[in-house]
């Protein structure tokens, strides 16, 4: 719990939560990178002045235990946000091809999903869009409570495993890409991927990664479209490639 002293406010690493379970709507959420700050390597508690967080008018305004410190974006995520540049790229680049299809917007929501996919997929040592559970990308952004008119997911790189999986030819050591670069490539040179990845009908798309062992990348992206296409022109959306 972070503490306060006086005007000033005292955090401790281990108050520091993931954004995904800081959710309570009563916290004030503070990113480390507003304040100039790299808590994620402190090895004990900092000290910061109460006025100086945002969203805190003066000090003593807001009590500290409803002052929430949440760890700063990893590398991962970086990674991510990468790859929503690569494919907009892709989208600018080969506007002809896909009708002139707009840059696609960052969604948190969609890129949890498509996050715990890349994951799974790693811990139940699998490749596909369906997962060990029996559900696809429409129903796992389903649960989620996201809302869409036509989905599309883009899987790229395989756990690390010398076991066949699932859709895998036997004998042979599968693992992810080295980089990021390297994944949307891969994608572009595959028509089915190709085609979600230049959709004009998608608006939104979130990238999930995952680290295998030996510290290539595993991939997911999930695309959708949120805008009012008529339903006709969107069928082709409706497909689920890798």
Same mark, same amino acid.
């Given at each position: 719990?972070?503490?306060?002293?006086?005007?000033?406010?005292?955090?401790?690493?281990?108050?520091?939560?993931?954004?995904?379970?800081?959710?309570?709507?009563?916290?004030?959420?503070?990113?480390?990178?507003?304040?100039?700050?790299?808590?994620?390597?402190?090895?004990?508690?900092?000290?910061?002045?109460?006025? +100086?967080?945002?969203?805190?008018?003066?000090?003593?305004?807001?009590?500290?235990?409803?002052?929430?410190?949440?760890?700063?974006?990893?590398?991962?995520?970086?990674?991510?946000?990468?790859?929503?540049?690569?494919? %907009?790229?892709?989208?600018?680049?080969?506007?002809?091809?896909?009708?002139?299809?707009?840059?696609?917007?960052?969604?948190?929501?969609?890129?949890?999903?498509?996050?715990?996919?890349?994951? +799974?997929?790693?811990?139940?040592?699998?490749?596909?869009?369906? %997962?060990?559970?029996?559900?696809?990308?429409?129903?796992?952004?389903?649960?989620?409570?996201?809302?869409?008119?036509?989905?599309?997911?883009?899987?790229?790189?395989?756990?690390?495993?010398?076991?066949?999986?699932?859709?895998?030819?036997?004998?042979?050591?599968?693992?992810?890409?080295?980089?990021?670069?390297?994944?949307?490539?891969?994608?572009?040179?595959?028509?089915?991927?190709?085609?979600?990845?230049? %959709?004009?009908?998608?608006? $939104?798309?979130?990238?999930?990664?995952?680290?295998?062992?030996?510290?290539?990348?595993?991939?997911?992206?999930?695309?959708?479209?949120?805008?009012?296409?008529?339903?006709?022109?969107?069928?082709?959306?409706?497909? $689920?490639? $890798?």
């Amino acid at each position: 719990m972070i503490s306060s002293q006086g005007d000033d406010i005292i955090i401790r690493p281990e108050d520091m939560l993931p954004r995904a379970e800081a959710d309570d709507e009563s916290l004030i959420l503070i990113n480390p990178d507003d304040l100039g700050l790299s808590l994620a390597n402190e090895t004990g508690p900092v000290i910061i002045r109460m006025e +100086d967080l945002p969203g805190v008018p003066y000090a003593g305004a807001v009590p500290a235990e409803l002052i929430q410190i949440i760890l700063p974006p990893g590398e991962l995520y970086h990674l991510e946000r990468r790859m929503l540049d690569l494919i %907009n790229d892709d989208r600018a680049n080969h506007g002809a091809e896909s009708g002139g299809a707009m840059p696609l917007e960052w969604d948190d929501a969609v890129a949890a999903v498509a996050r715990a996919h890349s994951e +799974d997929m790693i811990a139940q040592h699998y490749m596909h869009h369906v %997962n060990r559970v029996g559900l696809g990308p429409e129903h796992r952004l389903r649960q989620a409570g996201i809302k869409y008119l036509a989905c599309g997911e883009n899987i790229a790189g395989s756990p690390t495993m010398q076991s066949p999986g699932e859709n895998l030819v036997s004998d042979q050591i599968y693992t992810g890409y080295p980089t990021v670069e390297q994944a949307e490539t891969g994608l572009m040179h595959s028509p089915g991927h190709r085609n979600n990845i230049l %959709n004009r009908y998608f608006t $939104h798309l979130g990238v999930g990664i995952a680290r295998n062992p030996d510290g290539t990348l595993v991939v997911t992206q999930n695309f959708i479209e949120r805008t009012g296409a008529p339903f006709g022109q969107l069928l082709d959306s409706m497909r $689920h490639t $890798h």
